[in-house]
């Protein structure tokens, strides 16, 4: 069954974000949507016909895994922002485990913006390990390299200049700081701590 792009219109009047920019950037995820989708029927015909051994099996299964993570994270990224940005709890239970991690929630923001200021492209998301119980601010360089297995992304800031140069030139600094401006913390919460 084909992936649907998700709606994210309502994004659309965030503060920091033109129109323009944020149109551009949905058409872009939806290209990857469309791009897996074809990927996948192409390679489950391949499966059909048995060419398992050929080049073009084997380079299209290493693309694949490009195009899915290039959907899943702007839907992250995209959800995890908000037009109507609320603080984060105080006595929320995320909070406890970041502190617990980072010293506080300043050293958390302080290393999250500093990893998306370094040089390149890429992405920043926060981690959760559950098995450990421990949180990680990773970069990402690449949408299929970097990840850090079995553990849950939490807040992910895209990083690559389509997500800002439109609105902020090569100020990323500035994007940096709308993006935080705009986190939706009950989103990121969820994710961390999801109803069952």
Do not use: C
Not at 62 to 89: Q, S
């Amino acid at each position: 069954m084909p992936y649907e792009a998700k709606n994210f219109e309502g994004l659309i009047g965030m503060d920091g974000f033109s129109e323009k920019l944020l149109r551009d950037h949905f058409m872009l995820y939806q290209g990857y949507v469309t791009n897996f989708n074809k990927l996948d029927e192409i390679l489950q015909g391949m499966e059909k016909e048995g060419k398992f051994g050929t080049p073009e099996f084997a380079e299209l299964n290493r693309r694949l895994g490009w195009e899915f993570n290039g959907m899943r994270l702007h839907e992250l990224y995209f959800g995890n922002m908000t037009k109507e940005p609320k603080a984060l709890g105080t006595e929320s239970a995320f909070l406890a485990a970041i502190v617990k991690e980072f010293g506080s929630y300043a050293m958390w923001e302080q290393d999250f913006k500093a990893m998306g200021a370094m040089r390149g492209i890429g992405w920043v998301v926060l981690y959760h390990d559950a098995s450990a119980g421990r949180l990680f601010n990773v970069w990402v360089n690449e949408h299929d390299v970097g990840h850090f297995a079995g553990a849950a992304p939490l807040a992910v800031m895209d990083v690559f200049e389509h997500a800002y140069i439109a609105d902020y030139g090569i100020k990323r600094k500035d994007y940096i700081e709308k993006f935080m401006a705009n986190l939706d913390w009950g989103m990121i919460e969820e994710r961390f701590m999801p109803t069952k």
